[in-house]
């Protein structure tokens, strides 16, 4: 049987993150000279290099088992696919946009209007529900000047930071729904095996990225109080020390919220607070 084969983004911001991922997880190649393809050294699989846009159908009409791209793009694509997992990269909203002056109170009020985007079949569906019917003027980039060029009253596009729509005198009117960077797999699961042993991988990249290891030593009397403020991903790890009134914890912590955690056990009396990156893990 052929090699398992992943579609990577192959270029953009998602391509870095995605190959990052897959080095990270310990699936290791070299793209030689913008190659479209390359192979994994250890393992069967071939890495297929492609526009992030087209993996979503690519994958559902079974020319690679797997790929890395965006659940906008899914879902736009209306693509056949599994999500397998959620890489915790990318997230971003799908948004209709007006301009600042311009107040839209229920998107009912969208009937009528000429809307751009390149989500035509996601804000479709969105018009339907709220019963408006809406010009779209379908585009592949720069929706957010179209307003400025006079061919559209409002916009649906991608919002991360709002910074490309505050350089446009733009504003969010109604949020349509939240995305981010995922893995799909093809519905008849070739090569199960790997394929589920490549989404554990990383799973347990993902999940370090996001954590941090928290050790301290605490009072075995504010032992219930501390596992309340660190209650661990499963359970944490209580050990004894040589003063039996004591006993040290070590504990996985959400990387986000250490420093205030470490705040918070610091003033219930823990000593010897240490946080340490967690480079990859199995749960
Ligand atoms: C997306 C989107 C917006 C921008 C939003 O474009 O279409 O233009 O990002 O990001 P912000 O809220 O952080 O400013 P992208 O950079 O993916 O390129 P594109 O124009 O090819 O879609």
Redesign the pocket.
């Known amino acids: 049987m052929s090699n398992l084969r992943i579609g990577l983004p192959s270029k953009g911001r998602l391509s870095d993150l995605a190959s990052e991922l897959l080095k990270e997880a310990g699936i290791k190649f070299r793209r030689q000279n913008r190659s479209l393809f390359a192979k994994v050294s250890d393992l069967p699989i071939e890495i297929i290099f492609l526009r992030t846009d087209d993996i979503p159908v690519l994958c559902g009409e079974g020319a690679i088992d797997m790929g890395i791209t965006g659940s906008d793009l899914v879902a736009e694509s209306q693509a056949d696919v599994e999500t397998r997992l959620s890489l915790g990269v990318g997230k971003c909203r799908l948004a209709v946009c007006v301009p600042d002056t311009m107040e839209i109170t229920d998107p009912s009020e969208l009937n009528g209007l000429r809307i751009a985007t390149s989500f035509t079949n996601v804000t479709r569906t969105y018009l339907e529900q709220h019963s408006a019917q809406a010009h779209i003027v379908p585009l592949t980039?720069?929706?957010?000047i179209m307003i400025t060029l006079g061919i559209a009253d409002a916009i649906v596009?991608?919002?991360?930071?709002?910074?490309?729509?505050a350089a446009n005198r733009l504003k969010i009117s109604h949020e349509i729904g939240h995305y981010e960077t995922i893995i799909v797999q093809n519905k008849e699961k070739r090569h199960p095996e790997l394929a589920d042993r490549i989404v554990r991988r990383l799973e347990g990249v993902v999940i370090a990225r996001g954590y941090s290891l928290l050790e301290y030593n605490i009072p075995r009397e504010r032992l219930s109080k501390a596992e309340n403020i660190t209650p661990g991903f499963k359970s944490p790890t209580i050990t004894s020390l040589e003063d039996s009134d004591w006993c040290a914890v070590r504990v996985m912590v959400k990387t986000k919220q250490v420093t205030s955690v470490m705040d918070q056990l610091e003033e219930l009396g823990a000593s010897a607070i240490l946080e340490t990156p967690i480079n990859n893990c199995r749960l």
């Open positions: 980039g720069s929706v957010e596009d991608l919002v991360e930071t709002g910074s490309t729509l």
